[in-house]
């Protein structure tokens, strides 16, 4: 086993005992963002290989998330929460008795959304830049009115209330292991895509689709690729995230989640996995403690009222900031990588074995 | 056999006829020019033959094969590799990067393979790593390897780009004014470097040039374009002294 390896398998342990602390010490309101934590980095990292490393500019994300969050809720729910659920019109009789595993049910989440992106992948993808931006942002706003009028097997705009817990033993700190775990192995899988043969093509495609053709990538073939695997996450990452929260419904799934993971992945690098990771932390947890600005407040005796949707603005400038003075994000296309963290080390070492020679 | 013959060719944008009846024909191990005046539709030539447009009429044979109308990818597979007049490297990518993506199609690894690196994706990783170092080195770029393709110098961008075109295993390289913005005395080591890879990879080699000293020093044959029309081929000396390409370049009164 190689250094890199060790430091690597020591580091998900390190990850693996901080999780347990925080999770046996932390409320449940903090815990609740945690978790968001997890589910944000999954799905920025998927939006991020479609979007940085492929270089396609998509905006379907919540559309993919809806249909992991649907698929993996009908799946888990028991008949009689179905039934309670379905009062104005009764659910089709094929999805009425299932009832799956969470595991099983997550993995079909994923393989729903990655189904439903070679459907929009194979048309869309023959369009570039803005086109395809507004192609997938149509695509993800169809399926939020399809899911509002298939009465029968979404409940439409009413919605699905009381999904299970995330987790097999139906248990609240078990969420944690869920969220992070599937973090963890798509921040491993990325990491090994993008550095292995395809992830290289895909960046050829990204800087330049032209000369990548003319060096024998298919380019159709690897943006679908790129793009099947991108919504898979997605659907995964609704999934969790539709459990988490308990409840879904069809208005969940607008733009503007969509617009929350475009945030993420462009304040963190568009094109680094690192980036995403730590920008889905970080934002995640500041829109949490920004909710103090949507509240009333009170500048000396003056009160200002509050208005729902303030912290967004706080986003919403932070991201023009960024794009206009600072376009690379907190990593641009780097990554943290044990090589870099060994040339420092080195670096810093050196000098002082030397004094101590003299 | 011919490894690369044109039947023909004729492209036509809307009401423009930008090549017409395109008649060529290459033997292996040839290096051959293809010149002509500004506009004269060389560039659209090398774009019918690399797949990137589909010609109007006639048919482009490769070994034998009709290759006309087929995708660029498959068209570099079969053994055609080319350089960009506007030179197009992977900017942001490292110079090794640049070539090892040039072996991805030769590959022959699936995604799933190369996500959980399996001993036969590791071994021909590190093949092709090997390759590609050769070929930098070969290009005389092996100490930049992990230098940002864009901060390289000009000429060292355009040898990059050779080297990239070689990764694909190519049969024909074709290059696009590979001399363009060289001084004499790298136009001079270009014409030796040209000739030297058509010997180390047994290649056959096509190029655009407007540098009358590179084309007339390192091609065996010349064919002439002007206003998309051919009208001459031959030896360089045979060309130099054709009236009708002398009047194309310096007009007519």
């Known amino acids: 086993m190689s250094k890199k390896t060790k430091l690597t398998l020591i580091s998900i342990i390190a990850c693996i005992g901080i999780l347990f602390i925080l999770n046996s010490t932390l409320g449940s309101y903090q815990l609740r963002i945690l978790n968001l934590c997890g589910i944000y980095v999954i799905l920025a990292l998927s939006l991020n290989l479609i979007n940085g490393f492929v270089g396609l500019f998509s905006l379907g994300h919540a559309g993919f998330m809806a249909i992991g969050a649907y698929t993996s809720a009908l799946l888990t729910m028991p008949p009689e929460a179905k039934e309670m659920n379905f009062f104005l019109k009764p659910i089709v009789p094929w999805l009425a008795n ?9 993995f079909m989440a994923g393989v729903l959304a990655a189904g439903a992106g070679v459907l929009i992948g194979a048309p869309v993808l023959r369009l570039k830049d803005d086109y395809l931006a507004i192609a997938t942002l149509g695509f993800s706003e169809i399926i939020r009115v399809i899911f509002t009028n298939t009465q029968s ?4 705009a009413l919605g699905i209330k009381g999904l299970p817990y995330i987790g097999i033993f139906n248990k609240a700190s078990e969420a944690i ?12 899988f990325m990491a090994l895509l993008i550095n292995g043969s395809y992830g290289r093509a895909f960046k050829a495609i990204r800087e330049d689709e032209i000369a990548a053709e003319a060096m024998g990538i298919n380019l159709f073939k690897h943006k679908l690729m790129a793009f099947v695997i991108g919504s898979f996450f997605a659907g995964i990452g609704g999934a969790l995230l539709g459990h988490l929260m308990g409840t879904i419904d069809p208005l969940m799934f607008r733009f503007l989640l969509t617009f929350n993971i475009v945030l993420i992945v462009v304040l963190g690098g568009i094109g680094s996995i690192t980036g995403s990771v730590i920008s889905a932390v970080i934002v995640t947890i500041a829109m949490e403690a920004l909710r103090v600005l949507d509240g009333d407040m009170q500048i000396g005796s003056y009160i200002i009222k509050g208005i729902p949707g303030t912290r967004m603005v706080v986003f919403s400038a932070l991201l023009m900031i960024v794009i206009i003075f600072y376009q690379r994000g907190i990593m641009g296309t780097n990554e943290f990588t044990w090589d870099w963290i060994l040339k420092r080390q080195k670096k810093i070492s050196e000098p002082l074995n030397k004094e101590k020679v003299s | 056999m011919a490894i690369l013959k044109t039947d023909k060719i004729t492209m036509k944008f809307g009401g423009l006829t930008a090549v017409s009846e395109f008649d060529m024909k290459i033997e292996k191990n040839e290096i051959i020019g293809l010149i002509g005046p500004n506009g004269a539709g060389k560039t659209t030539c090398f774009n019918m033959i690399t797949g990137v447009y589909t010609p109007t009429e006639g048919k482009i044979y490769f070994e034998d094969k009709d290759i006309t109308g087929e995708k660029t990818h498959e068209i570099t597979k079969l053994g055609i590799a080319r350089t960009f007049q506007n030179i197009r490297l992977f900017k942001e990518l490292s110079v090794l990067d640049n070539v090892l993506i040039a072996n991805h199609m030769r590959l022959g690894s699936n995604l799933f393979s190369s996500i959980i690196k399996t001993p036969d994706y ?3 990783e590190k093949k092709i790593r090997e390759k590609s170092l050769s070929l930098l080195r070969d290009v005389g770029l092996e100490d930049l390897k992990d230098e940002k393709s864009s901060s390289l110098p000009y000429g060292k961008q355009r040898r990059l780009e050779i080297a990239r075109a070689l990764a694909t295993d190519p049969k024909l390289l074709i290059l696009d004014e590979p001399a363009a913005g060289m001084n004499p005395q790298e136009s001079n080591e270009l014409m030796d470097f040209i000739r030297d890879i058509r010997d180390r990879f047994d290649l056959t080699i096509f190029l655009i040039e407007h540098h009358m000293q590179v084309v007339m020093g390192v091609c065996e044959r010349i064919y002439v374009l002007d206003h998309g029309v051919k009208i001459a081929d031959g030896t360089p000396n045979e060309i130099q002294n054709n009236e009708k390409v002398i009047e194309a370049y310096l007009g007519v009164d």
């Open chain 1, 98 to 106: 299932v009832q799956l595993s969470f595991p099983i049910a997550l």
């Open chain 1, 177 to 188: 292991w869920w969220t992070w775990g599937v973090a963890i192995i798509t921040i491993i």
């Open chain 1, 153 to 156: 097997i979404t409940n439409g």
């Open chain 2, 122 to 124: 590791r071994k021909k």
